[in-house]
């Protein structure tokens, strides 16, 4: 059974970072393609960004509102995925969820097949 | 980005009644080369993550009880759940992976009437 778990959640101050982990369970993680997925308070899903497989060059891609503020890794030796986050925003306050993007044998897609709980990353003077 | 429209913003649906959720998409989500049409479905109960209900427009994951179904191409697509249970009181989602970044609706509340 996949179980992706978030964790590092709490109350920041505008300005401060946090880090986020997910540890995931039930699939082989270094064959994944992982993105976070936020959802403010009463709002919609947003994509945050994502980081390929090793396999595929390991290499990351974010959305632009948080470009170059947040930071997604990943250890495969502890089945572990990242989200730094710095130079927090009033507007980064949701719910942040980890996710698998769907992949075949042949290709990964950018739809989420399995998702975590989600932790809550509240950013507040 | 490809904006994700979706209508209505809510819908309440008698018990046994057909739920119609509709979402159009600012550009084409059909790829030429394989016809597909790269649109999802999700859906979200109340303190819940979402969870994935169809893809490529109206395949469903395993799992998705065969009341809902998906349809459409190009930028018109349609979630029909075809006989409205209580369990299925939830916000759904569309959501496209035809260009990064993936991009979601607004969501559509679905409630009992």
């Known amino acids: 059974e996949v179980q992706l778990v978030e964790s590092g959640g709490g109350l920041v101050k505008p300005g401060g970072s946090l880090r986020l982990s997910c540890t995931a369970s039930g699939f082989t993680f270094s064959n994944a393609w992982m993105s976070w997925v936020r959802q403010a308070p009463g709002k919609g899903l947003e994509w945050v960004g994502h980081?390929?497989?090793?396999?595929?060059?390991?290499?990351?891609d974010n959305a632009a509102p948080v470009k170059g503020r947040f930071t997604i890794a990943r250890d495969d030796s502890k089945n572990t995925l990242y989200l730094q986050m710095n130079s927090l925003k009033t507007e980064d306050t949701a719910m942040y969820y980890c996710?698998?993007?769907?992949?075949?044998?042949?290709?990964?897609?950018?739809?989420?097949?399995?998702w975590g709980q989600g932790t809550l990353v509240t950013v507040s003077s | 980005d490809i904006v994700m429209t979706q209508s209505p913003d809510s819908l309440a649906v008698s018990l046994g009644e057909r739920a119609t959720i509709n979402c159009k998409s600012s550009q084409s989500v059909l790829y030429s080369s394989n016809k597909k049409n790269y649109l999802a479905w999700y859906q979200q109960k109340s303190g819940q993550p979402p969870k994935l209900l169809i893809y490529w427009a109206s395949t469903r994951e395993s799992g998705v009880p065969d009341r809902f179904s998906g349809s459409g191409s190009g930028t018109d697509f349609t979630l029909t759940i075809s006989s409205l249970q209580a369990e299925d009181v939830a916000v759904y989602y569309c959501?496209?992976?035809?260009?990064?970044?993936?991009?979601f609706g607004q969501g559509t509340k679905v409630e009992i009437k």
């Open positions: 996710t698998t993007q769907y992949c075949s044998s042949t290709s990964c897609l950018y739809y989420f097949d399995y």
């Open positions: 959501q496209q992976y035809y260009n990064v970044p993936p991009t």
């Open positions: 980081i390929k497989s090793k396999t595929d060059g390991g290499t990351t």
